[in-house]
Nanobody
Framework: QVQLVESGGGLVQPGGSLRLSCAAS????????MGWYRQAPGKQRELVAI???????NYADSVKGRFTISRDNARNTVYLQMNNLKPEDTAVYYC?????????WGQGTQVTVSS
């Protein structure tokens, strides 16, 4: 099992930046996959960025070139650096970890992009 705690959300103007953090309660070194999803009001939860099979990464097309996922194994933490934020990035962002066939979720952190 693993507990995930997100932080770093908030209100930012279009074009601004935020960095989200996801702290895990155990080592993330051997976790099958770990990353970020988001859910906007009235929409389904969608993948934003994720580590798979070690250091391989996948990004949603809508965030490529603007968002960067990174990890610090020593701190058991995964980050999401979000640059050039747009109003359509407004959503609750969830940290996700997959251990074998089980999915774990954090409580979510709100990101609002608005002028």
């Amino acid at each position: 099992q693993v507990q995930l705690v997100e932080s770093g959300g908030g209100l930012v103007q279009p074009g601004g930046s935020l960095r989200l953090s996801c702290a895990a309660s155990r080592s993330i070194f051997s976790i099958t996959a770990m990353g970020w999803y988001r859910q906007a009001p009235g929409k389904q939860r969608e993948l934003v960025a994720i580590f798979t099979s070690g250091s391989n990464t996948n990004y949603a097309d809508s965030v490529k070139g603007r968002f960067t996922i990174s990890r610090d194994n020593a701190r058991n933490t995964v980050y999401l650096q979000m640059n050039n934020l747009k109003p359509e990035d407004t959503a609750v962002y969830y940290c996700n970890a997959q251990i074998l066939l089980t999915q774990y979720w954090g409580q979510g952190t709100q990101v609002t992009v608005s002028s």
